[in-house]
T-cell receptor, first 117, second 115 residues
């Protein structure tokens, strides 16, 4: 078990460019979450997948953001036409959610730090 | 909606001493989970401990224990025998125990352990 991995770890881009981040969850984890963390704040929920289905999106996820999880394994988060306000740490987490189980622990990756100039 | 409040300023703690980090929460969900995560300067969120709202006993994991007071809606983290490697941000989070278990985080507590 190698843990959750994210690539790239850092990304610097110019305003208006598109960026794509990748998350590889712990193998066989059926749920995958994306969070965004700005300086001095805790992470905020963006969206989550159960297997390949995207089941919920936060209002924070504007139309410029899109996430996919083809085949229920890795996930990508794309930001189109980046803005300076998109600068943040983007965290991915995965979990193994069992129906009826009261506890679901999310394990996080190292994050991707995005800086939009 | 779920809300987590962490209001302590940054804390300095002597190595080998214990430290308590405060967390209060608000939710209308009857069943929920409370989590503490550690975030060192590298950025990764490390899971520390979990407490279920119906758990009868306070959770413990090694040097970490959770002081859960349901009536007061508080879930304070106690780190015993602090080590230099404990220097980090600590986040309290909660989730509802059904459907989408997205985590709602507080703003975190900064802890610096001094030798």
């Amino acid at each position: 078990d190698t843990g959750v991995s994210q690539n790239p770890r850092h990304k610097i881009t110019k305003r208006g460019q598109n960026v794509t981040f990748r998350c590889d969850p712990i193998s066989e984890h059926n749920r995958l979450y994306w969070y965004r963390q700005t300086l001095g704040q805790g992470p905020e929920f963006l969206t989550y997948f159960q297997n390949e289905a995207q089941l919920e999106k936060s209002r924070l996820l504007s139309d410029r953001f899109s996430a996919e999880r083809p085949k229920g394994s890795f996930s990508t988060l794309e930001i189109q036409r980046t803005e300076q306000g998109d600068s943040a740490m983007y965290l991915c987490a995965s979990s193994s959610a069992l129906a009826g189980a009261p506890r679901e622990t999310q394990y996080f990756g190292p994050g991707t730090r995005l800086l939009v100039l | 909606a779920q809300k987590i409040t962490q209001t302590q300023p940054g804390m300095f703690v002597q190595e080998k001493e214990a430290v308590t980090l405060d967390c209060t929460y608000d939710t209308s969900d009857p069943s929920y989970g409370l989590f503490w995560y550690k975030q060192p300067s590298s950025g990764e969120m490390i899971f520390l401990i979990y407490q279920g709202s119906y758990d009868q006993q306070n959770a413990t994991e090694g040097r970490y224990s959770l002081n859960f007071q349901k009536a007061r809606k508080s879930a304070n983290l106690v780190i015993s025998a602090s080590q230099l490697g404990d220097s980090a941000m600590y986040f309290c989070a909660m989730s509802a125990n059904y459907g989408n278990n997205r985590l709602a985080f507080g703003k975190g507590n900064q802890v610096v352990v001094i030798p």
